[in-house]
Every structure is written in structure tokens, then in C-alpha cells.
T-cell receptor
């Protein structure tokens, strides 16, 4: 089971780009990387998933280097509403005995 | 709207009482999960079920039990509540593996 490590907290200001890096040194060949976002008083919600190189959607971009031992979630031009906890998970895309483990995540605070 | 329904939204419970937290999904997902979230500790997995009729223990299963009689329902029971079980409880479902998890809105439980 791939273990992930991410910063406990980050601070940013409105309009800045925020990059949150997750380390997963023992990622398996068939593992994907998934990020979730959790606002206060709500359950986490899926934001992006990738296997290699770069994935982009309307919320964020996910950068994965060739060795796949880390990944970076990039939030362009953050606003106050991006204040949330961000979780990085690594595991097989479907089936098997994988059990999603969230940990403490990265608490992002966006300041005016 | 398809999704996860949790009930109750919140509850104050006397120590020693029995309580069942309800979770129902209408997405026909095979896998379901119960997490608890405490300040500074992130999301911790209590129990999970990969398919109807099977359950498994997560990181913090003591004091909790679950059943999975059918695909849609995954109740979590506290047989004799204790104050350390005061927490926010989230139920989630997915197609399994690292397929995106769908979370309910949570149950805020206070054990006095």
C-alpha cells in the first residue's frame, strides 16, 4: 500500500497560484493518484485523478513526473472559497482489496 | 438527485446508550465506508464493505459495528456510546478501488 506524505498546512493569498505536493515513493505500477477537497462541515469531494504527466479540469491541474514518486495539485488564482483541506490518495483505479485512507490532508487557508 | 443520505444530521447521546447511524446510497455502488473526523486527526476509517454481505475493519473499529444486508444500506451502530466517540461521522460509497468516493453530509454526534 503506497504511503503518502503532504504538508499539514499552507497559506496563500487571493489571486495566487497554489501548488500542493504529495510524496508517494512506493507507488505501484497500476496505482492512480487522486485528490479530494473538503470544505468545513462537508464531506470530501473528488476533484481530480491522474496516472502520469498532466491532467487538467475546471477546478485544478495535476502534475505527475515521470518517476511518479510525487504529484502536485495546482490551483490557479485561488479565491477565499478555495480555503479547504486537500487530500492525496494513491491506489488502483478499481476493484481489488484497496481501502481508501485519507489521513490529515493539507489545510489550505487563502487570505484576502 | 443521486447520492448518499445520512441520518440523523446531528445527535446528542447519553453515554451508555445504543445508537445507529444510517447511511443509504442510490448509485448501486459496491463499496461503502464509514469514517470519523476529529479535529487535528483527519478522516479515519472505521469500517468498510466491498460488496453486500461482506464487511471489514478499518483503522479505528473498536466500539462500532456495521452490517451490509443489501447494496444500498450500510448502518453504523454504537452498542454503548462513550464520550470519545464524539465526532463527525461520514459515510461514503464508490465503485471500489480508487474510483471517486461520494460522501454524505455527515452526522455530528455528541456523547455526554
Amino acid at each position: 500500500l503506497a504511503k503518502t506524505t503532504q504538508p499539514i498546512s499552507m497559506d496563500s493569498y487571493e489571486g495566487q497560484e497554489v501548488n500542493i505536493t504529495c510524496s508517494h515513493n512506493n507507488i505501484a505500477t497500476n496505482d492512480y493518484i487522486t485528490w479530494y477537497q473538503q470544505f468545513p462541515s462537508q464531506g470530501p469531494r473528488f476533484i481530480i485523478q491522474g496516472y502520469k504527466t498532466k491532467v487538467t479540469n475546471e477546478v485544478a491541474s495535476l502534475f505527475i513526473p515521470a518517476d511518479r514518486k510525487s504529484s502536485t495539485l495546482s490551483l490557479p488564482r485561488v479565491s477565499l472559497s478555495d480555503t479547504a483541506v486537500y487530500y492525496c490518495l494513491v491506489g488502483p483505479p478499481s476493484g481489488g482489496s484497496y481501502i481508501p485512507t485519507f489521513g490529515r490532508g493539507t489545510s489550505l487557508i487563502v487570505h484576502p | 438527485i443521486a447520492g448518499i443520505t445520512q441520518a440523523p444530521t446531528s445527535q446528542i447521546l447519553a453515554a451508555g446508550r445504543r445508537m445507529t447511524l444510517r447511511c443509504t446510497q442510490d448509485m448501486r455502488h459496491n463499496a461503502m465506508y464509514w469514517y470519523r473526523q476529529d479535529l487535528g486527526l483527519g478522516l479515519r476509517l472505521i469500517h468498510y464493505s466491498n460488496t453486500a454481505g461482506t464487511t471489514g475493519k478499518g483503522e479505528v473499529p473498536d466500539g462500532y459495528s456495521v452490517s451490509r444486508a443489501n447494496t444500498d444500506d450500510f448502518p453504523l451502530t454504537l452498542a454503548s456510546a462513550v464520550p470519545s466517540q464524539t465526532s463527525v461521522y461520514f459515510c461514503a460509497s464508490s465503485e471500489g478501488g480508487l474510483s471517486p468516493l461520494h460522501f454524505g453530509n455527515g452526522t455530528r454526534l455528541t456523547v455526554t
